[in-house]
C-alpha cells in the first residue's frame, strides 16, 4: 500500500468521522481529570491496550511516548513535556510505564547504522557527525532490562531540579500481551 493510499484513505475516512460527529465521545478539555502524566512506549501493542488496562479514557491524562519510554536527556522534550503537564494541566503524579519486550531492549545500535548506509546514508556523513561529537552508537542505545530502565527513568525525573517538590514518580512494567502491570516503583513518600 502506498503511502498516498494510507492519506486518501485517512481523508476520506475523517470526512465521514466529522459528519456523523462521531467526535461527540470524546469531547474533554486539555486538563487531566485524573491529574496523571503517563510516560510510556511507542509500541503498537500498547496504542489501545495501555489505556484499557489502566482504565483511562479521553481526557483522563496525559501521555508521552517515544521507543522505550526513555528519558535520555534531563533537558530534552520527553522531561520538557512532563514540567509542562506538572506547571501548566495541573497533572499531579508521573508514572513511567515500560513494557516487557520492548523493541528498545534488543536494539542494535551498529545493526542500525549499517541499515542507514544501505539505504543511502553516506559514510561521509557518518563521519562528520562523529566528528562533531555525536556518538550515534551511544545514542542508539537501548537498555538490557525494561525494569532497570523504568527505575533509571523514574530516578531521572525524580532527581531534575525543575521538578516541583513532592510529585510522586511511580514506576511500572505492562505485559503487551495480557496488559497486566508490575508496580516497579511506588513514588508516594511513606
Ligand atoms: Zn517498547
Avoid at 481523508?11 to 474533554?28: C, G, L, Q, W
Wanted: hydrophobic letters at 40%.
Amino acid at each position: 500500500m502506498s503511502t498516498s493510499t494510507h492519506l486518501s484513505n485517512i481523508i476520506d475516512y475523517n470526512r465521514k468521522f466529522v459528519e456523523s460527529k462521531e467526535y461527540e465521545a470524546y469531547r474533554t478539555s486539555k486538563f487531566p481529570d485524573k491529574k496523571l502524566v503517563v510516560i510510556t512506549c511507542m509500541d503498537t501493542r500498547l496504542v489501545e491496550l495501555l489505556p484499557k488496562a489502566m482504565n483511562f479514557k479521553n481526557g483522563d491524562v496525559k501521555v508521552i511516548k517515544n521507543a522505550g519510554a526513555i528519558i535520555s536527556q534531563p533537558f530534552g522534550s520527553v522531561m520538557r513535556s512532563v514540567l509542562v503537564a506538572l506547571y501548566e494541566l495541573n497533572a499531579e503524579e508521573v508514572i513511567v510505564v515500560g513494557h516487557y519486550e520492548c523493541g528498545m531492549a534488543s536494539l542494535n545500535a551498529d545493526h542500525m547504522i549499517q541499515k542507514m548506509i544501505e539505504r543511502g546514508v553516506s559514510e561521509e556523513v557518518m563521519s562528520t557527525l562523529e566528528n562533531s561529537g555525536i556518538r550515534l552508537s551511544k545514542w542508539l542505545r537501548g537498555f538490557d532490562n525494561v525494569t532497570a530502565a523504568v527505575e533509571h527513568t523514574v530516578d531521572t525525573i525524580k532527581k531534575h531540579p525543575l521538578l516541583p517538590p513532592n510529585v510522586p514518580v511511580h514506576g511500572m512494567v505492562i505485559d503487551p500481551d495480557t496488559g497486566e502491570l508490575d508496580l516497579v516503583v511506588e513514588g508516594y513518600d511513606k
